[in-house]
């Protein structure tokens, strides 16, 4: 697994409340849940979809379904 960068980051308590409820619903750790909506932002930004992205690797190269 990739090494994880650690960094403290500063957040209006409004926000980490939603942060926090989106988290639960979706059965996250907040923290989890803060890499997954950067990694979605990242992708579209690239012009990819959620669902290619998920279709791929750590290393970008597509699933085989088998």
Do not use: P
């Not at 957040?11 to 990694?39: M, T």
């Amino acid at each position: 697994m990739a090494e994880r960068k650690a960094f403290l980051l500063r957040i209006d308590e409004k926000l980490w409340e939603e942060l926090e409820r989106w988290a639960q619903d979706d059965l996250r750790s907040i923290n989890g849940q803060i890499e997954f909506i950067l990694r979605q932002a990242i992708q579209r930004r690239k012009g990819r979809t959620v669902n290619e992205t998920l279709d791929r690797d750590a290393k970008g190269k597509k699933r085989s379904l088998y």
